[in-house]
């Protein structure tokens, strides 16, 4: 899988609660995309206006490409947002920490009833 801890997490400086925990999962491998230059380009707004589609687009584009060189089966992110931009501009499963920790827990199989 690949996890994207979202902008504001790093901009708040609050570490990545769920990258430590998903990381715990035995027999799961997780990478971790993060840094500096890595945004999904949904930028609060910006992304939902038609205006700046293609702006957010190409902001977007090098965490988007760096997705794709992982080719994981699923991508993992606390943000909703960012679980919006992933769905519209990459073919991959989108899920939220909690569902990965849920399925894990409860040694369940991964199903239609927990995808993203």
């Known amino acids: 899988m690949a996890y994207y801890p979202p902008c504001h997490l790093r ?11 998903l990381k715990g999962i035995p027999g799961m491998t997780l990478e971790v995309i993060s840094g500096a230059f890595y945004c999904c380009g949904l930028a609060g707004v910006m992304g939902f206006k038609r205006e700046d589609h293609e702006i957010s687009v190409q902001l977007g584009s090098p965490l988007m490409k760096k997705i794709r060189e992982v080719n994981a089966d699923r991508i993992v992110t606390d943000c909703l947002s960012c679980r919006l931009q992933f769905n519209q501009l990459l073919p991959y499963d989108v899920v939220h920490p909690i569902q990965i920790l849920r399925e894990s827990y409860a040694g369940l199989p991964r199903s239609k009833e927990t995808r993203g």
């Open 11 to 21: 901009e708040q400086e609050i570490g990545q609660p769920y990258g430590e925990l």
